[in-house]
């Protein structure tokens, strides 16, 4: 299992961002969840927003929901974080995960995924 962020960079407040993930050794499928976590300087890491690979089911951080939105392409193995309205507190590495969990489970527990990427930087900065 591999799973390759990209999309990252600088944008002023208020700007948008799109982070894609692409996942290869595995199928998404309705038994995966793929989540966004994010890990500022000196903070722990935070669950961001997660999607499940089967029926698209998503829940969101209260200090995202309404800016922020989760998709996946299952044709593509591809999961996004649309990102709008940002702010500087969102300044973070930004990081895709996923693990096999039952039907209709969600979670932003960093300890329950079992595959991470390396992550990418977005930061928010005018």
């Known amino acids: 299992v591999q799973l390759v962020e990209s999309g990252g960079g600088l944008v002023q407040p208020g700007g948008s961002l799109r982070l894609s993930c692409a996942a290869s050794g595995f199928t998404l499928n309705s038994y995966y969840v793929i989540a966004w976590f994010r890990q500022a300087p000196g903070k722990e890491r935070e669950g961001v927003s997660c999607?499940?690979?089967?029926?698209?089911?998503?829940y969101y951080a209260d200090s995202v929901q309404g800016r922020f939105t989760i998709s996946r392409d299952n044709g593509k193995n591809m999961v996004y974080l649309q990102m709008s309205n940002l702010k500087p507190e969102d300044t973070a590495v930004y990081y895709c995960?996923?693990?096999?969990?039952?039907?209709?489970?969600?979670?932003?527990?960093?300890?329950?995924?079992?595959?991470w990427g390396q992550g990418t930087q977005v930061t928010v900065s005018s």
């Open positions: 995960a996923t693990g096999q969990f039952p039907d209709d489970y969600l979670t932003l527990t960093d300890y329950e995924y079992d595959y």
């Open positions: 999607i499940r690979g089967g029926d698209g089911g998503s």
